[in-house]
Every structure is written in C-alpha cells, then in structure tokens.
C-alpha cells in the first residue's frame, strides 16, 4: 500500500459546486501538507498542518479550506469550485519541516 | 512571492551528458535543501538533499552544490540517462518547525537517445 493516498484520482466538476479531496498516510507523521501543481508554476502550498490542533495557511489560501480529521487524515475542500482551481493537487507528509516528505498519486480537477 | 527561484524551466541533453539545474534563494534562514524528482502521473520523491554545514553532497550520478555565500545550489546529474527524462524541484525551508518546503518552479528534463 502507498505512504500516501489520495482520493479521487481525478473529478470533473461544475463551477459553483462543492468537493472535498481527502488525503490519509500510513508514515505516522504528525505534519501534511496539501500542494497545488500549475505547468510552469511548480508547487505552491496551499495548507499545511503541524498535528490535529494546528493547521496553518500557505501561500494560496484563498478559496479552500481544510480539515484535519485524525493524524492520519487530511482533507482538502474547494467550497465554491472555479475554473481557475483547475489543477493538480497533492497531499504530503513529513516528520519535521527539514526531512523527506513523501506525497500522495495527486488529484488531476477540472472545473468546468 | 517565489522564494526559490529556479532555472531553466526546460532543458534538453543527449545522453551520457551533464544536466544541471540551478537555484537561487534569498532566506537566510534555509537550512535545508532538498531536490524533488516528479515522473508523469506520479508525486515528486525526494531524489537528493542538503544542508548548509557542506558545500557539495554526491549519491551516485547526482550531485547537488551548494555557495551559501551567493546562496545558490545547484543540481548536477552526470551520464544523464533517458531514464532521468523527469520533472525536478529544487526547494528550501528554515530548521524553525513553524515552516513547509517551499518549492522552485521546476525544470523539465528531456535526456536524448
């Protein structure tokens, strides 16, 4: 099994809807992270989490939300889908802020 | 704002000849220096590190170096394979907890038959 799995692999959705990408790791870490992908703007975070108690927002914030349901589970909500939220997004993982983080498959979205 | 920033954003060699990719940062708090390798349909995986105590870190054909006085480093990958045909990230982070990786913008490697 992954380190880190990420589900769906790929949604299609339509503008204005709700949809939640969920996120769970077997490392034991108490730190995730949630990453977009654009071509050509490489990862940029969008929120990262030091435990349960601590989330904590990155550089694109805007127009997401998250939810830190256990150490293991880290869920990433788009509350009002657009189409420039079109992108591929990843879940990761990591002891400290200066060791390996592992990341997720990636969810391909497509707002419509 | 990038705080890392990375070049080239696309890069061509021929085969058994040497890639190298350059990053560029202001933070002086850095103390990590980590390059991420990303093949299509996959997450990055961490493909070499660094920190700032050394100035040049070597694990098989890859080699990153590092100037803290310019505050660069640097990808180096000698006998380039198709195989290495792959999407790299350089990124960097402060040793305070309080912090993520931040991530170049990547470079597209194409290693040629």
């Known amino acids: 099994d992954a380190d880190v799995t990420q589900t769906p692999r790929n949604r299609i959705t339509k503008t204005g809807k709700r949809i939640m990408l969920e996120c769970s790791q077997t490392?034991?870490?108490?730190?995730m992270y949630w990453y977009r992908q654009d071509p050509g703007l490489g990862l940029r975070l969008i929120y990262y989490?030091?435990?349960?108690?601590?989330?904590n927002k990155g550089e694109i914030s805007d127009g997401y939300s998250v939810s830190r349901q256990a150490q293991a589970k880290f869920s990433l909500s788009l509350e009002s889908a657009i189409p420039n939220q079109t992108a591929l997004y990843f879940c990761?993982?990591?002891?400290?802020?200066?060791?390996?983080?592992?990341f997720g498959q990636g969810t391909r979205l497509t707002v419509v | 704002q990038q705080q890392v920033k990375q070049s080239p954003q696309s890069l061509i060699v021929q085969k058994g000849g040497i890639s190298i990719i350059n990053c560029a940062y202001e933070?002086?708090?850095?103390?990590?220096f980590p390059w991420y390798q990303q093949f299509p349909g996959k997450g990055p995986a961490l493909l070499i590190a660094?920190?700032?105590?050394?100035s040049e870190k070597k694990e098989g054909r890859f080699t990153i170096s590092f100037n803290k006085s310019a505050k660069q480093f640097s990808l180096h990958i000698m006998d380039s394979q198709p195989g290495d045909s792959a999407t790299y990230f350089c990124?960097?982070?402060?040793?305070?907890?309080?912090?993520?990786?931040?991530f170049g913008k990547g470079t597209s490697l194409l290693v040629t038959p």
């Open positions: 990761a993982t990591s002891r400290t802020a200066n060791t390996e983080a592992f």
């Open positions: 490392k034991g870490h108490d730190r």
């Open positions: 989490s030091f435990d349960v108690k601590d989330i």
């Open positions: 933070n002086t708090a850095f103390d990590y």
């Open positions: 660094i920190r700032p105590d050394v």
């Open positions: 990124a960097a982070t402060p040793g305070n907890s309080g912090y993520a990786l931040n």
